[in-house]
């Protein structure tokens, strides 16, 4: 979906952009405009919004140090261009990420728990394990994991559509050319693929002939899906 920068909340912006801050985060976990000054806070909001600043704050300076322990001065110097501290910009996803275990139902902003989820994902394709651990422990390893099954799973389903719907799309000519040989013009269009209407109708008056259900074999069903099947023989 595309996003509008100038229409979406302060909270959305915030989602996109490439550092942040902690006490900028800190305010939009807690469902509160990330600007906001410190004296402006709701006064139902100020003991949440310290006691967020304070743990991602204590995250992300355990992280630093373990990657500064392990010699990983290319991550540091991307997720910490400087020195660890609520008013400082850190790399987003990093920053994100480490926020997995402050996610709250009816508190934390829907978009926001999203990008949270999205970033330790990614962190976890491109740093690994050790890193999402220090984000959020057990916790943030298994949603990591279990996120990145469930995207192999998708590729699969999406792997799986498109060899049926070649499939389809060649049993689909096949008929038709079988059908045209006879000297009928109706099967083979202009262009010379095979024309949908003559095909919904057979296969109709042939699952109605043979007591089959024609649930889905809906005219604009069927011309959607067997336009997607036909042009699917010419992808890569």
């Known amino acids: 979906m595309h996003f509008s920068f100038s229409k979406g909340s302060a909270i959305d ?16 976990l807690a469902n509160v405009d990330p ?3 410190t004296d402006d806070l709701p006064e139902d909001k100020v003991s949440i919004v310290s006691a967020y600043s304070d743990y991602l704050i204590r995250v992300n300076r355990n992280l630093y140090a373990f990657l500064k322990a392990n010699g990983k001065k290319k ?3 991307l997720f910490y261009p400087k020195p660890i501290a609520t008013n400082c910009p850190i790399e987003a996803n990093i920053l994100f990420a480490s926020s997995i275990n402050l996610i709250e139902k009816d508190v934390t902003p829907n ?3 999203e990008k949270c989820v999205l970033s330790l994902c990614q962190m976890y394709k491109k740093y690994g394990e050790a890193v999402v651990t220090y984000c959020g422990g057990e916790k943030a390893v298994l949603i990591a994991k279990e996120k990145a099954q469930d995207k192999r799973g998708e590729h699969k389903k999406n792997e799986e559509n498109a060899s049926l719907h070649k499939i389809i799309g060649l049993l689909a000519i096949n008929l038709a050319m079988e059908k045209s040989a006879s000297g009928s013009t109706k099967w083979i269009n202009k262009a010379g693929a095979p024309s949908i209407e003559p095909l919904h109708k057979l296969l109709n008056d042939y699952a109605e002939s043979n007591g089959i259900s024609k649930k889905g074999m809906g005219k604009s069903s069927f011309y959607d ?3 997607t099947a036909l042009t699917s023989l010419y992808d890569e």
């Open 35 to 37: 600007h906001t000054k």
């Open 75 to 77: 991550e540091l110097e």
């Open 225 to 227: 899906k067997l336009r």
């Open 13 to 28: 912006r915030l989602t996109h952009y490439p550092q942040i801050e902690i006490k900028e985060l800190a305010r939009a």
């Open 111 to 113: 978009i926001l728990a």
